[in-house]
């Protein structure tokens, strides 16, 4: 039996809805998705995935795990 490689789906952390973000990014549900957007709307937009982590929860290991997906 051949394995199935999982495709990485990309989000843009600048445009992405809050579902589109819980949807795409391991460890993020709604809530931290609309924490995201919250914090996306008063910066201006991102211009670092690193700045994800000024949400409560988010630290360096869920960026790590979501480096592959995360598009600005």
Not at 34 to 51: S, V, Y
């Given at each position: 039996?051949?394995?199935?490689?999982?495709?990485?789906?990309?989000?843009?952390?600048?445009?992405?809805?809050?579902?589109?973000?819980a949807m795409?990014?391991?460890?993020?549900?709604?809530?931290?998705?609309?924490?995201?957007?919250?914090?996306?709307?008063?910066?201006?937009?991102?211009?670092?995935?690193?700045?994800?982590?000024?949400?409560?929860?988010?630290?360096?290991?869920?960026?790590?795990?979501?480096?592959?997906?995360?598009?600005?």
């Amino acid at each position: 039996m051949q394995a199935v490689q999982q495709q990485q789906v990309k989000v843009n952390i600048n445009t992405a809805s809050a579902a589109e973000l819980a949807m795409s990014l391991t460890g993020v549900g709604q809530r931290r998705a609309e924490a995201i957007i919250a914090l996306r709307e008063q910066l201006g937009g991102f211009t670092d995935a690193n700045q994800l982590m000024q949400v409560k929860g988010i630290g360096p290991r869920l960026i790590e795990l979501n480096k592959e997906r995360i598009e600005l």
